[in-house]
Nanobody, 118 residues
Framework: QVQLVESGGGLVQPGGSLRLSCAAS????????MAWFRQAPEKERELVAV???????NFGDSVKGRFIISRDNAKNTVYLQMNSLKPEDTAVYIC????????????WGQGTQVTVSS
């Protein structure tokens, strides 16, 4: 019911910044929270950041102090501002949404590749 489309990935040097966007459409009224996950080779999928319907945010330990999640309600878009990027941030970044506090994430974007390298 919810469609998510990410954009903004690419190649960036260590220490650089990048902003990812996730545009939501469909049954937007049903969204309780949106999140960014990342998946790197040979690693478990990792929760990067969450923003709830009420606007509260949470971040994974590995990105605290460096990443910011925000939203633009008028554009139905969530952003992930990534600063001080490290090679270990290299991953496919995936936007997700869920319909309640207790549900699993049930809507997923296609993912966008972020590569941090010199």
């Amino acid at each position: 019911q919810v469609q998510l489309v990410e954009s903004g990935g690419g190649l960036v040097q260590p220490g650089g910044s990048l902003r990812l966007s996730c545009a939501a459409s469909g049954s937007i009224f049903s969204i309780n929270a949106m999140a960014w996950f990342r998946q790197a080779p040979e690693k478990e999928r990792e929760l990067v950041a969450v923003i709830t319907r009420g606007g509260s945010t949470n971040f994974g330990d590995s990105v605290k102090g460096r990443f910011i999640i925000s939203r633009d309600n008028a554009k139905n878009t969530v952003y992930l501002q990534m600063n001080s990027l490290k090679p270990e941030d290299t991953a496919v970044y995936i936007c997700a949404a869920k319909s309640s506090l207790w549900s699993t994430y049930d809507s997923w974007g296609q993912g966008t590749q972020v590569t941090v390298s010199s």
